[in-house]
């Protein structure tokens, strides 16, 4: 993999291995994030001469790579679900993602450490998760089991047949609304789960996973209570080496496929004639011009910087002030040197509140001297990310976004040290002492490197009312040829979700010999 450094000193222009084929339409993708190089590949496949453009010097956008002192950090995303769906670009290039990628079950999944010092252990062995709900809650067995017929029937619903399935008109919400009423889509996550277990504990663990993508799981519908069961169904991954093998991996597949990736390469404006997309303006002043355009950039960014005002009349100026953004995040990385084995790959430790914390984080937008923390520990899996006898780590706390006045230049510090001094007297003893790399990034590295509106971890909240159509449509509703992928569109935030947006594509985007006739 290449380093940060690497990639500095290597060629803008990654040069692909075979020349295109001449007479082939052209398709701009602005940025490399996730859904950015799955589109790509996409596009790839049905015809196009593809040209990413990235204003950073790597590819990844928030599944970007920190390399230091030895230790390798995944800066975003570390939980792999549906890696059918990664496959699936693989395939489309006559490859295997096996054969260049080793992808890790994880069990159990991840663990969920209480205040009280009580765990539960969330794997999709079913047999011990009957056994660890009797140990918690024996009332609450029957219910749990109801919840998980539940949540199979939403997943079958709002993932399987709706996750890659434009959402292009007010009709299309009309179409589905027998179904969101059906699976009670109207009820929050929370508040579906009370429905069938009384246990705190066990609410807990079967509501928190809105956060995963942005939510707040009492708001965010009830159809988010797909993802326990996407989890049971095709279970939790890790790919060795980090989740910057699958970046690169990805990249790799857009070059065999004589397609082009450009490093620092900052678009200002996208080029819009007769209401059409034409091309992009580039920082250094020039030009290219293309057939389609696909922005992987923020949605709101995308809207709100990208395109003139006279183009954005659904999504104006006003209504993306208005708009619910999703929390934001404070990640702290670091190395020890030693090694904590009785410390899993995954941990979630709560603290004592879970509704209040969350109110504090998404309404009253205030940091709270409590907080939870989602620990991962690669190096529990993959001795490649730190040096012998070493441990690396990421810990990281849902904050308010920047709507809420928060002094982040002193209060970043601040919550490292609390984050700490939490993790040293719980899980990690002595950890003041054994760190020997650190750094972290707070709202303000959202806002500032990656053109996240009010320095959001997911774009935007999703609530009932910024989901599907409600969300910028994956098809621009106002420039032809203009296309959105990533966790701002349809259908989310998320691996499965940003990877769904570029699967959208192959239904909404023309064929590229429609541009032949």
Not at 88 to 107: F, I, N, S, Y
Not at 393 to 411: K, Q, R, T
């Amino acid at each position: 993999m290449l380093t940060v450094r690497d990639r500095k000193n290597a060629s803008r222009d990654i040069v692909p291995d075979k020349p295109h084929a001449p007479g082939k339409p052209h398709a701009l993708v602005i940025g490399s994030g996730f859904g950015g190089l799955a589109a790509a590949i996409r596009l790839g496949a049905r015809g196009y001469r593809v040209t990413v453009l990235e204003r950073l010097d790597y590819a990844g956008g928030r599944a970007g790579v920190l390399k230091r002192d030895g230790f390798t950090f995944d800066r975003g995303p570390t939980i792999v679900t549906a890696p059918f769906l990664f496959d699936e670009l693989w395939r489309l290039c006559g490859q295997k993602m096996a054969d260049h990628v080793d992808m890790r079950p994880m069990m159990p999944f991840y663990r969920i450490r209480f205040e009280d010092g009580d765990e539960i252990a969330c794997s999709g062995d079913d047999a011990e998760m009957r056994r660890q709900v009797m140990r918690i809650s024996p009332g609450d067995l029957a219910g749990y089991e109801r919840f998980l017929k539940k949540a199979r029937d939403i997943c079958v619903k709002g993932f399987e047949e709706l996750g890659d399935m434009p959402f292009g008109s007010p009709l299309d919400m009309l179409k589905i609304a027998p179904d969101l009423v059906r699976l009670e889509g109207y009820r929050s996550v929370h508040g579906l789960v009370s429905r069938f277990v009384k246990s705190p504990k066990l609410r807990t663990m079967l509501s928190f996973h809105p956060l995963l993508i942005g939510g707040n799981p009492f708001r965010a519908p009830a159809i988010y209570c797909l993802i326990p069961d996407l989890e049971r169904r095709w279970g939790v991954h890790y790919p060795m080496g980090g989740v910057g093998r699958l970046v690169d991996g990805l990249v790799a597949l857009i070059r065999g496929q004589g397609s082009t990736v450009r490093y620092g390469a900052e678009v200002t404006r996208i080029l819009v004639e007769s209401d059409r997309a034409r091309g992009v303006e580039l920082a250094s002043g020039g030009t290219i011009h293309a057939e389609i355009v696909v922005s992987n950039a923020d949605a709101a960014w995308t809207y709100g910087k990208l395109v003139g005002k006279e183009n954005s009349t659904r999504w104006s100026a006003g209504k993306l002030r208005r708009a619910r953004y999703s929390m934001g995040l404070f990640v702290w990385y670091f190395g020890t040197r030693r090694r904590y084995d009785k410390v899993g790959h995954h941990t979630i430790l709560l603290g004592p509140r879970y509704r209040e914390l969350l109110d504090d984080i998404f309404e009253k937008k205030r940091l709270s001297e409590d907080f939870s923390i989602y620990l991962h520990r690669p190096s529990a899996t993959d001795p490649s990310v730190a040096p012998p006898g070493c441990d690396a780590f990421y810990a990281l706390c849902p904050v308010p976004n920047l709507d809420g006045n928060i002094d982040w230049a002193s209060e970043g510090e601040r919550r490292r040290q609390a984050v700490m001094r939490r993790l040293s007297s719980t899980l990690m003893p002595g950890l003041e002492s054994e760190i020997v790399t650190s750094s972290f990034v707070t709202p303000l590295h959202f806002r500032d490197v990656l053109l996240s509106e009010k320095g959001s971890g997911f774009s935007f909240e999703p609530v009932l009312t910024q989901s599907a159509w409600f969300r910028p449509n994956n098809r621009s509703e106002t420039i032809e040829g203009l296309y959105l992928v990533g966790a701002g569109t349809h259908p989310g935030a998320g691996l499965p979700g940003v990877l769904s947006s570029a699967k959208i594509l192959d239904k909404v985007v023309p064929h590229a010999s429609a541009f032949a006739a």
